[in-house]
């Protein structure tokens, strides 16, 4: 009652049904009614409604009570409220639609590596900097991406803050900012400014670089 806001007065006799909601398909219904009254038991997810119109959501497992016939006569629920997991769940979806939709429009390059410097993710305006793809770009080698005089000051920028973090000195955290020249598809190079950080691991120890890349 505390879930539904039914008393259990005004809940003993009523179908099921009263708690739907509307808001999933009949094909699941339909699935469960199939399992439980063929003699199996369902487990999955409702969007229920409460006595006063308010949405809730619980995870649930039904199963049928059988007479020594065999015959199903009643069946027994255990449900659990997930109402605030699946909100939740919810709301980190449309974060991340929001991110990328962000990371899509703007102009300057967004990319992760991981500590073998091989790129994770590169964003889609790497192709309006230097004509490559993202998958082009995350398959090429460090050789690839920037001139050789770049990448030398770049793994000694990266080594200084990797001591200072082993030293326990938190300014290795802190963004690194450097330019770089860096080679195009058309055989072109262009001069970017780059904004990087380290991330942390589980273990607290850096496990991947993110990083901006600009234009300029």
Not at 7 to 32: C, F, H, W
Not at 68 to 78: I, N, Q, S
Not at 173 to 188: N, V
Request: hydrophobic share 30%; glycine share 6%; aromatic share 8%.
């Amino acid at each position: 009652t505390q879930i539904t806001g039914y008393t259990t007065e005004e809940a003993l006799g009523q179908n099921p049904r009263v708690l739907k909601s509307g808001m999933q398909s009949d094909e699941i219904y339909a699935d469960m009614w199939q399992t439980i009254i063929t003699g199996g038991t369902w487990r999955g997810e409702l969007c229920n409604r409460k006595k006063s119109g308010e949405l809730y959501w619980e995870s649930a497992s039904i199963s049928p009570i059988m007479n020594d016939e065999g015959a199903v006569t009643h069946f027994a629920a255990v449900k659990e409220d997930i109402t605030e997991r699946k909100w939740a769940e919810e709301s980190l979806r449309e974060s991340h639609k929001r991110y990328q939709l962000i990371v899509e429009n703007i102009s300057n390059v967004v990319w992760t590596m991981d500590m073998n410097f091989h790129n994770t993710f590169v964003s889609p305006s790497v192709y309006q900097q230097r004509g490559y793809t993202p998958e082009e770009v995350k398959n090429q080698p460090l050789s690839e991406r920037m001139n050789p005089n770049s990448i030398e000051k770049v793994l000694n920028l990266y080594n200084e803050n990797l001591k200072l973090i082993e030293a326990g000195d938190s300014e290795g955290w802190k963004p690194i900012e450097f330019e770089i020249e860096q080679p195009c598809k058309d055989r072109s190079t262009i001069w970017t400014t780059n904004t990087v950080r380290f991330l942390p691991g589980p273990d607290k120890q850096p496990a991947s670089i993110l990083g901006t890349t600009h234009d300029i």
